[in-house]
């Protein structure tokens, strides 16, 4: 004798829609638990840099800050300096770092093995608003006679250090920065510095975060 009741327990086909659904929705929760267990495990500690930092300038404690990064595709945490090792003390860097970036393994440097050297130069008119620590700029210089050209002594130099003079008095407007000068362009910076030239420092113009 047939049981009616049989129908209603039949087993599930595949073809069935809502079985289709569960599985993919089951599938769909396995491949996002392994998503994130594995972004979980590029997550690494690194040095950023707190401030802009410049070669010549020797890195101070409170110049790194330790930051938690999520490492794309196809990038080795080896690439940066992890937060775990201790920087050398009276260590620079070998090329710039703009404020918030990672430090790159490889760095950093002591300031005697840099291809230049820090020079204090004394400007004669007012720096652009723009110039300061870890800007760029170009010094030009202009030999103390009549009908003279300024020719160009520093080209994209790195700025480390700032001093502005806020007096009141147009003679007073002018200001220092101690700026990185290569090797190659010494000569020519301590010439002109020498002979009393006029010292104008222009400001390069800073791509814009994120390029």
């Known amino acids: 004798m047939p049981t009616h009741g049989s129908s209603r327990f039949r087993r599930p086909r595949w073809r069935d829609p809502r079985v289709l659904i569960g599985a993919v929705l089951v599938l769909a929760s396995l491949l996002g638990t392994w998503y994130?267990?594995?972004?979980?495990?590029r997550t690494t500690t690194v040095w950023a840099a707190g401030t802009p930092l410049v070669p010549g300038a020797v890195i101070a404690p409170e110049d790194l800050v330790?930051?938690?990064?999520?490492?794309?595709?196809?990038?080795?945490?080896?690439?940066?300096?992890?937060?775990?090792?201790?920087?050398?003390?009276?260590?620079?860097?070998?090329?710039?770092?703009?404020?918030?970036?990672?430090?790159?393994?490889?760095?950093?440097a002591s300031p005697d093995s840099l291809a230049g050297r820090v020079m204090?130069?004394?400007?004669?008119?007012?720096l652009p608003a723009a110039v300061g620590a870890g800007s760029r700029v170009d010094v030009w210089a202009t030999p103390d006679e009549d009908g003279a050209k300024p020719?160009?002594?520093l080209r994209t130099a790195q700025v480390i250090a700032v001093t502005r003079d806020d007096g009141g008095f147009a003679a007073d407007r002018g200001a220092r920065i101690e700026v990185f000068v290569p090797t190659a362009a010494l000569s020519g910076v301590l010439a002109a510095v020498g002979a009393g030239e006029r010292l104008a420092v222009v400001a390069v113009p800073e791509p814009a975060a994120g390029r």
């Open 151 to 153: 020719h160009e002594i």
């Open 36 to 41: 994130v267990v594995r972004a979980a495990a």
């Open 120 to 126: 204090a130069l004394a400007a004669a008119d007012a």
């Open 66 to 108: 330790p930051l938690e990064v999520r490492l794309p595709e196809g990038e080795s945490a080896a690439a940066y300096i992890p937060s775990a090792t201790r920087i050398p003390e009276g260590s620079t860097v070998l090329s710039a770092v703009r404020k918030g970036e990672l430090l790159p393994a490889g760095s950093l």
